[in-house]
């Protein structure tokens, strides 16, 4: 199966930074958006940040100002997602997607990697 590999998780004190890293393979073309999405049990997905081919970059509200989403600048299919002053309610399973082809567009998910903060 054919998904990105997401690294970087793990627990960290409240205040304190993480930076995830998210590897896309290199058999997926076209690759259109690269985005960050949190898992919490018992709430929706929600879509963290995302940035574009051309490097347009969004995030979500509770986050602006503290994390920042880069791509690496040597390999398009390489993101990463710096997050800094960080908060519990920042906590959950972080999952890469990989969105690829413009007209008929294809999804890769990954399978996450664990934040933790501790209060």
């Known amino acids: 199966q054919v998904q990105p590999v997401e690294s970087g998780g793990g627990l960290v004190q409240a205040g304190g930074s993480l930076t995830l890293s998210c590897v896309a393979p290199?058999?997926?073309?076209?690759?259109?958006?690269m985005a960050w999405y949190r898992q919490v049990p018992g709430k929706q997905r929600e879509l963290v940040a995302s940035?574009?081919?051309?490097?347009?970059?969004?995030y979500t509200d509770s986050v602006k100002g503290r994390f920042t989403i880069s791509r690496d600048t040597d390999n398009w299919n390489t993101v990463y997602l710096q997050m800094n002053s960080l908060k519990p309610t920042d906590a959950g399973l972080y999952l890469c997607?990989?969105?690829?082809?413009?007209?008929?567009?294809?999804?890769?998910w990954g399978q996450g990697t664990q934040v933790t903060v501790s209060s």
């Open positions: 940035i574009t081919s051309s490097g347009s970059t969004d």
């Open positions: 290199e058999s997926i073309y076209g690759i259109t958006v």
């Open positions: 997607v990989v969105e690829s082809g413009s007209r008929y567009p294809s999804y890769f």
